[in-house]
């Protein structure tokens, strides 16, 4: 029972230490369009698989917890803590113009525990989306020139509670209720090279909150004596949020010496406190595994995000219906080796594409990653059990086509897994 109130409180400190988890952790002008870029709710293993998850269930001896499909739940036998980092370098580039950025953040900090033989209960915390990004486009109005500038930074975290079960020999069900909250701040000013024109800016902030419903089912059959297909379905609800915010239009003028910005000549909107909704919209993914137990395991995910329905108050800013694919896999050469360190990890690899719900410039803005990983077992005792997970995408966002901005990205995710047996009763201590 100590252990069982140590690890609690651990888990407790660091929830309280998460002020940071709402910030972003972006820099691509491609999160300008509705709440940010969408992270997704997978983890690093399903990460480095491509991001697959419909039919991801328990691979391994170790218990994983796969929340973009609650259903996966019901395969947990054993208390589960996950905790991870990301970190990410972009390189932007433009016509004859590039430059990289470097973001860091704690990732995720999740928990399962099983409930009965056939079901268990999740919750933790993760990052839903992330807006951050600060460009400039120059143009000439008559003979002036003028600078459009533009920024953004925030992001929107989840906090979920989900609970999985078994239905008969092959079927599991589950949903996640979630919580969302985060703060969305941008800026756009138009300014002159002379100094001597009035410019303008227009500063807004918006407070997220509300909540969303996602749930799944998978459907397990043996089809061999040792190889198992596992069918899955995953979709979240077509929820409203709120919205609840400031914005601040002026006009001003920069000084002739400094070119820093004077105080306003005046105030041409200003709005506090507005509030709105915001309408999600439905997304789904189905998807297979297939999998020898211990052993390997690959799979397939097809992805659809109705975007077309989202709402800000009645307003469309212009988004499509997205749509993607996800092929990954692992192998673990073998679990039962004791002389081999290497033959006990697991070893994965994927890809994912995407066309995302963003049109820019007449162009779909696609994104396709390369994904890698590695399952790192660490020494165990009697009733803990440790993995260290690590995965990497390489990949690429937009294009250079219509001036527009191409990104190629290298994220890094690194998470720690425990599995633990909080609650089972020894003779012996």
């Known amino acids: 029972m100590t252990k069982i109130l140590r690890n609690i409180l651990i888990f407790g400190g660091l929830l309280s230490g998460l002020s940071g988890f709402s910030q972003s952790t972006t820099s691509s ?14 983890l690093p293993e399903s990460r480095s698989m491509g991001g697959i ?47 990289n950025s470097f973001d860091a953040a704690l990732n995720h900090l999740v928990f ?24 400039t486009d120059k143009e000439t109005v008559g003979e002036q020139p003028v600078s459009y500038v533009y920024s953004a930074n925030g992001g929107v975290s989840k906090a979920y509670l989900g609970y999985g079960f078994k239905l008969g ?13 985060g703060k969305l701040s941008e800026t756009k000013a138009s300014e002159y090279d002379d100094l001597t024109y009035l410019n303008s800016g227009t500063q807004k902030s918006n407070s997220i909150s509300g909540f969303t419903f996602d749930y799944g089912l998978q459907y397990e059959t043996p089809i061999s004596s040792k190889v198992s297909l596992i069918l899955g379905y995953s979709g979240t609800s077509d929820s409203k949020i709120n919205s609840k915010g400031d914005k601040l239009t002026t006009r001003y003028y ?19 406190n507005g509030k709105t909704k915001i309408q999600l919209p439905m997304m789904h993914t189905v998807g297979f595994a297939l999998q020898r ?12 995000g109705q975007w077309e329905n989202y709402r800000e108050g009645s307003n469309n800013p212009g988004l499509q219906n997205s749509t993607g694919i996800a092929v990954g896999g692992q192998i673990t050469p073998d679990i039962t080796a004791v002389g081999n360190y290497f033959k006990l990890v697991d070893y994965r690899l994927g890809f994912k594409y995407d066309k995302t719900y963003i049109n820019w410039n007449g162009e779909d803005i696609k994104q396709m ?12 005792n009697r009733s803990t059990f440790y993995k260290v997970n690590f995965g990497a995408e390489l990949g690429q966002r937009g294009t250079l086509s219509n001036n527009l901005v191409r990104e190629r990205f290298v994220n890094l995710f690194l998470s720690f897994t425990m599995n633990d047996q909080w609650f089972q009763k020894y003779k012996f201590d």
């Not at 002008?29 to 997978?42: E, R």
């Not at 395969?75 to 980092?85: A, E």
């Not at 399962?112 to 600060?134: D, E, I, Q, R």
């Open 169 to 181: 020999k092959h079927l599991s069900l589950g949903a996640n209720a979630s919580y969302l909250f």
């Open 53 to 99: 998850s419909a039919g991801l269930r328990k691979p391994s001896l170790y218990n994983n917890i796969n929340l973009a499909n609650p259903a996966s739940y019901s395969s947990i036998r054993i208390t589960t803590f996950d905790i991870g980092v990301y970190a990410g370098n972009t390189g932007l580039s433009k016509g004859n113009v590039s430059e």
């Open 254 to 272: 920069k000084d002739i010496t400094t070119g820093v910005n004077n105080v306003a000549v005046d105030t041409s909107e200003f709005i506090q």
């Open 293 to 304: 137990a211990n052993k390997w395991m690959v799979g397939a995910d097809v992805n659809l």
């Open 29 to 42: 002008p491609y999160s300008g369009f509705g709440l940010g870029l969408i992270n997704g709710s997978q």
């Open 369 to 380: 990653a390369l994904t890698l990983g590695l399952g790192l077992p660490l020494p165990a």
């Open 112 to 135: 399962a525990m099983p409930v009965t033989k056939t079901s268990a209960l999740s919750f933790g915390l993760v990052p839903y989306s992330s807006k951050g990004y600060n460009f």
